[in-house]
């Protein structure tokens, strides 16, 4: 669901008014986070692999995904040896500027959003954070403002990031403020690398990924210089295996899983459950079972011992006949 304004969504309340045992309600990154389990890493048309470190067995995976806004989770195996996503509202850290050009971007965002001592790193890392770099840049660049581009861009309103991109070309305000969102981008990744070591996989999500994957992609390529950009701590971030997921239904995908898992907890089908999600705790290997393309089945709604959940009706069978 997009943000709602001030709606408040309770999952018990939910339940209790549609006379459910459970809903369960999960932030859309912790979505992404599980969605993360069933990503095959040697499939080049699910993932650009970015930095090629071998995963270590039940190290930390994390991700950080630019779209709308800047959304960052990350897992850990629990005691039985799941992994669980946790969400994170890391997105609202502080923008942290790296060059001249970004100290005075971050005047101009200050000012703009009345705050006396900081903003936000998604208010440059995101697609509204891209129509914010390029206001800024076309305010101290006047004389280098394309008057076509800035007339399409003031007309599209929430979507002027979209404008950005499109005319992003190189030597154009458009394509510096592009430039500008990778590095900041690749910085905040390598934050993300720093703050939970995540020796499973660091996963580039979000819509924004795929779209600039050019300024992603390359070891010399703004994002990852930016990434490894930390000073006497860089060598560390060499270690994280580092993949720009391509897919545009990884939240989705994480729906269905905690959907299965769900469903498989209140069946209380332990061995089962086992089975399925153990594999994806091991590092060791891309999917947690032969049937984890079960995403690509069709999706059905299933009410099943008063639990409401998207599932898929291939594997509910399966697991039914057990």
């Not at 986070?33 to 095959?40: A, C, H, P």
């Not at 994170?88 to 001249?100: K, L, Q, Y």
């Not at 660049?141 to 309103?157: E, H, I, L, N, W």
Request: with cysteine.
């Amino acid at each position: 669901m997009t943000n709602r304004g001030r709606w408040i969504i309770n999952g018990d309340r939910l339940a209790k008014e549609v006379g459910l045992k459970r809903v369960v309600l999960i932030n859309d990154f912790v979505a992404q986070g599980y969605g993360l389990l069933t990503v095959d890493r040697t499939d080049t048309k699910e993932v650009h692999v970015l930095q090629d470190a071998s995963p270590e067995p039940g190290a930390p995976i994390a991700t950080i995904g630019a779209g709308t806004g800047l959304g960052e989770c990350f897992l850990t195996p629990g005691e039985d040896g799941y992994y669980v996503a946790y969400p994170s509202e890391g997105g609202h850290a502080e923008f942290p500027p790296r060059t001249e050009t970004e100290f005075q971007l971050l005047e101009f965002l200050k000012r703009r959003y009345e705050q006396k001592h900081r903003v936000s790193v998604e208010r440059v890392v995101s697609g509204p954070g891209i129509a914010n770099v390029y206001d800024f840049l076309a305010e101290h660049y006047p004389d280098q403002v394309d008057k076509s581009v800035d007339a399409a861009f003031r007309a599209a309103g929430e979507m002027g990031g979209k404008i950005v991109s499109e005319n992003a070309k190189p030597g154009t305000l458009a394509g510096l403020a592009l430039d500008i969102f990778a590095g900041a981008y690749g910085s905040e990744a390598g934050v993300a690398g720093l703050k939970w070591m995540p020796f499973g996989g660091l996963f580039i999500t979000g819509g924004l990924t795929p779209k600039n994957i050019d300024r992603i992609a390359g070891e010399n390529s703004l994002f990852m210089e930016a990434f490894r950009d930390k000073g006497r701590v860089s060598p560390l971030l060499s270690k994280i295996p580092m993949y720009a997921v391509l897919v545009e239904d990884l939240g989705e995908r994480g729906a269905h899983w905690m959907a299965i898992k769900t469903l498989l907890e209140h069946l209380n089908h332990g061995n089962v459950l086992r089975g399925v999600f153990k594999g994806a705790a091991t590092g060791s290997a891309s999917r947690a079972h032969d049937g984890i393309s079960f995403w690509r089945s069709q999706t059905a709604v299933t009410l099943v011992g008063g639990v409401a959940l998207a599932s898929l009706s291939f594997l509910a069978a399966k697991f039914f006949r057990k």
